[in-house]
C-alpha cells in the first residue's frame, strides 16, 4: 500500500489549533483526553512551524546595485529589509506635477 499523502494545509492545522485551544480554556476536558489535544496541538504546531519556514525561504527579492540594475536574489524576512530603491506601496510621486498620489503597480514595469 503507497504511503497517504498529507493533504494537511497551513489553514486548516491553524483552524484546528484554534479549536483545541478553546477546547482547552473551556476547563470541560477529562486529563486524558487534554493530553490528547495538547499532543495533537503539538503536532500541528511543528508542521505550521515548517510550513512557514518553507515559505520564509521562497519569499525573495532582487537586490539592486547602486545604479538600479539588478545584483541577484536576497531573502526577505521582514518587511522593514525590503531595499530602499523598491518604491513605496502607499504613495509615488507623479513624474508630470511631481505630487504624491496612490500606489498604482502599473507604474512598476
Request: include cysteine; proline fraction near 8%; charged fraction near 25%.
Amino acid at each position: 500500500m503507497p504511503p497517504k499523502k498529507n493533504t494537511q494545509t497551513f489553514e486548516s492545522a491553524l483552524q484546528r489549533i484554534e479549536q483545541i485551544a478553546a477546547q482547552m480554556e473551556t476547563g470541560d476536558l477529562p486529563l486524558d483526553d487534554l493530553v490528547v489535544v495538547y499532543e495533537e496541538g503539538l503536532q500541528l504546531i511543528r508542521f505550521c512551524s515548517a510550513r512557514l519556514e518553507e515559505a520564509e525561504k521562497r519569499l525573495q527579492t532582487i537586490t539592486r546595485d547602486a545604479a538600479g540594475q539588478p545584483q541577484g536574489l536576497a531573502t526577505i524576512r521582514n518587511p522593514e529589509e525590503i531595499p530602499s530603491s523598491t518604491p513605496s506601496e502607499t504613495s509615488v510621486t507623479d513624474d508630470s506635477s511631481g505630487t504624491v498620489g496612490p500606489f498604482d503597480p502599473a507604474r512598476l514595469f
